[in-house]
Structure formats: structure tokens, C-alpha cells
């Protein structure tokens, strides 16, 4: 009988094969592995970020933020994900999220860690960008045309799908990303309540996720979607999504419109899905009795997840 752990080949490949930041702590939030990207990005050296020395690199007005959701995803032992600006090695922030999950022993404790962190700059440029315009729009009412002009153009540009609502919450803007992910095309969904052009639901219940927009418009805040949250196409097809609703307001400050900023994270949902089941076969493995067992394990764990069915050679 051989057997090897396959655990840090896997995740070397993994490291290699990302564009993301990708890192692993303690239960206490300790560093405990090296991560070439962090260090690649920061310009840290191994042992800066493993002497915890890692929170040097973000901004000083988004680490207490960041340190307490921190505490609380450690408290919880629920999933970390916060927003945050990081310097670069050539000394420029730009922005980041973080997400981090965390992997538990078999008793239910967490024994570690394990997060990634990606570049956010562009979308947070692009929303930046959005209410500028939607600004400069609502202040230059005698020069309307132009305005709209170089508004919608803008919107048209960036990546991510947009949703622009008056104070009644009926759309008044889709851009051409929002239309192909939606299926509506802008004139159709023009004056029509966000929840017929944009309808969300939870991926495993299928209970409907309360409106975004009538979130932001009840309370005047940035909102995001919940997690495993799907809009229902057009054509009866599920699109898995995220991101946040924020509201429009004028120079006085009175909301006068809300705006969907959302993207297809399908992706995201596969990838995620791809670790998941990596993490829960080695557990699986680990705890069976013998081969057969482990073996209606991984088809057990593939099916429906993954695949719709699952064969298995044995030599």
C-alpha cells in the first residue's frame, strides 16, 4: 500500500494556473503557506508576508474595515469577502476583493484558511465613472442631449452589464451588456418594473430574491446580492450573477434613480464549484473505510454537481 498527498501538488498547480491573488492561513489568520502571486504583486518577500507583515501593503483607511470583517468570518466561521485598495510593487493602489472561505476538520472547527483576492480596479473605475455621469446628466439639464450622449456611451464601454431606474424604480437605461445578459432590449424594458426585466432568484432554493432596486429606494444605501443568486433570462435560462445596486442622488442629496451594476459570474460559480468538490473528495477520501467506499464517494460527490453521470474504471 502507497499512498501520497497530493495536496500541495494540487495547489501549486492551481497557484500557477490563476491570475489571482491566492493564499492560505492558520485558524487565527496567520499566514502558514508561502504565496508567490501575493508576493509578486506586493513586491513582498516570503518572509514579510509570512512574518505577518501583509496588512502593510493595503491602504490605511480600509484596514479597520477589513480587520473587522475579519473578526467576524473567524467568530461566524462563515465565508470573508470585503473590498479593499492594495499597493502594487510599483507603489499604485488599486482595488481589490477578497474572499476566503474556510476548510474544517472533521469535529467542525476550522483548521484553516483558504482565500483568494483579484483585481476590481476596472469595475470600480467604471462605477466611479457611472455616477459622475449620471451627475453630470442631472446638473446639466439644459445641455440634456450631450449629456445622455456621453453618458450612455460610457455605460456602453465597460464591461459590466447596467441598469438605470427613475425614483419610481420603472428602468429608464439598459446598457448593451445588461441587454444580452437579460434578453430585453432597451426600448422593451424602457418604464417596466426592475423585478420583470431583472428577476432574481435564489440557485438553490428558487425562492425569489427581494428587488435590489426597491432595497436601495426603501433604504438609500449600496446593497449587493446575496450570495448564489441567479437572474432568470428572458428566455427561461439561469445566469448566475453578483455585484451591488447603489443609488443616484443629486448635488442636495435627494435619490432621484437607482443603479444595477451586475456581471455574469458563471465562470466564477464553475471554478468555485471545481474547488469545492476537490475539498470535499479529499475529506471523503480520507474518512473511507476502503477503495469501494472512496470510489461511490467520488461518484456520489460528482453527480449532479459536475456531471449528469459518473463511470469509473478500475484496472
Excluded at 489571482?20 to 503557506?33: E, F, K, M, Q, R
Excluded at 437579460?182 to 427581494?210: C, M, Y
Amino acid at each position: 500500500k502507497v499512498t501520497r498527498d497530493m495536496t500541495d501538488r494540487a495547489y501549486r498547480a492551481f497557484v500557477e494556473a490563476t491570475h489571482a491573488i491566492v493564499w492560505s492561513t492558520d485558524p487565527d489568520g496567520i499566514p502558514n503557506t508561502d504565496s508567490p502571486s501575493w508576493r509578486a504583486f506586493t513586491g513582498q518577500t516570503e518572509q514579510e508576508w509570512l512574518g505577518r507583515q501583509a496588512w502593510e501593503p493595503v491602504h490605511v483607511d480600509d484596514r479597520p474595515n477589513l480587520e473587522l470583517s475579519g473578526s467576524d468570518a473567524k467568530r461566524d466561521k462563515t465565508m470573508f469577502e470585503e473590498e479593499f485598495r492594495l499597493r502594487r510593487r510599483a507603489g499604485e493602489y488599486v482595488w481589490m476583493t477578497v474572499r476566503a472561505v474556510p476548510l474544517r476538520a472533521p469535529s467542525g472547527a476550522v483548521r484553516e484558511w483558504f482565500g483568494v483576492t483579484f483585481d476590481v480596479t476596472a469595475r470600480k473605475s467604471a462605477e466611479i465613472e457611472l455616477k459622475r455621469a449620471l451627475e453630470r446628466e442631472q446638473s446639466a439639464r439644459l445641455d440634456a442631449e450631450r449629456a445622455r450622449a456621453q453618458w450612455t456611451t460610457t455605460l456602453n464601454s465597460i464591461g459590466d452589464a447596467v441598469i438605470a431606474t427613475d425614483e419610481s424604480g420603472a428602468v429608464t437605461f439598459m446598457n448593451d451588456v445588461a441587454q444580452k445578459l437579460t434578453g430585453w432590449l432597451a426600448d422593451e424594458a424602457r418604464s417596466r418594473p426592475p423585478r420583470d426585466v431583472f428577476p432574481i432568484v435564489n440557485e438553490d432554493t428558487r425562492r425569489p430574491v427581494e428587488d435590489p432596486v426597491a432595497k436601495v429606494l426603501r433604504a438609500g444605501t449600496i446593497v449587493g446580492l446575496a450570495n448564489h443568486t441567479v437572474l432568470v433570462r428572458r428566455d427561461g435560462s439561469d445566469l448566475p450573477i453578483d455585484d451591488s445596486a447603489a443609488p443616484i442622488r443629486d448635488r442636495d442629496g435627494k435619490l432621484f434613480g437607482v443603479v444595477m451594476v451586475f456581471r455574469d459570474v458563471s465562470r466564477e460559480k464553475r471554478e468555485q464549484a471545481r474547488r469545492d468538490f476537490l475539498l470535499r473528495a479529499n475529506e471523503e477520501l480520507l474518512a473511507a473505510g476502503d477503495y469501494q467506499a472512496a470510489l461511490r464517494t467520488v461518484v456520489r460527490l460528482a453527480v449532479p454537481r459536475l456531471a449528469d453521470w459518473c463511470a469509473l474504471d478500475i484496472v
